[in-house]
Nanobody
Framework: QFQLAESGGGLVRAGGSLRLSCVAS????????IGWFRQAPGKEREGVSC??????????NYADSVKGRFTISRDNTGNTVYLQMDNLKPEDTAVYYC???????????????????WGQGTQVTVSS
């Protein structure tokens, strides 16, 4: 059965770093675009970053709010994607989700797909 599982969240002070991981079981997604989203309390879920499939060059895309601070990457196994988050701010506090698209491309900083498969999320809390 195909599943996505995020990990790496936690509590960190402003200016600190965390690295989130998204691991797929039952599927390798190196040819698919995959993105990170977040949802803060009382707010809608928003896209944060997307990386295209390896056949499309693994191109990275970022929302303006995280550009220069977050880095998305894949590992060579084809079933893990990371989100390195540096210089964290209190406004980065949210539940972070990875989402896999059916297609290899990103539309801006979200996977360009009418169907996304989601992980269960991991909490990131940044204190001031």
């Amino acid at each position: 059965q195909f599943q996505l599982a995020e990990s790496g969240g936690g509590l960190v002070r402003a200016g600190g770093s965390l690295r989130l991981s998204c691991v797929a079981s039952g599927f390798t997604f190196d040819t698919n675009a995959i993105g990170w989203f977040r949802q803060a309390p009382g707010k809608e879920r928003e896209g944060v970053s997307c990386i295209t499939g390896t056949g499309s060059g693994s191109v990275e895309n970022y929302a303006d709010s995280v550009k220069g601070r977050f880095t998305i990457s894949r590992d060579n196994t084809g079933n893990t994607v990371y989100l390195q988050m540096d210089n964290l701010k209190p406004e980065d506090t949210a539940v972070y989700y990875c989402a896999l698209g059916r297609l290899p491309s990103c539309s801006g900083y979200v996977p360009a797909s009418d169907k996304l498969w989601w992980g269960q999320g991991t909490q990131v809390t940044v204190s001031s």
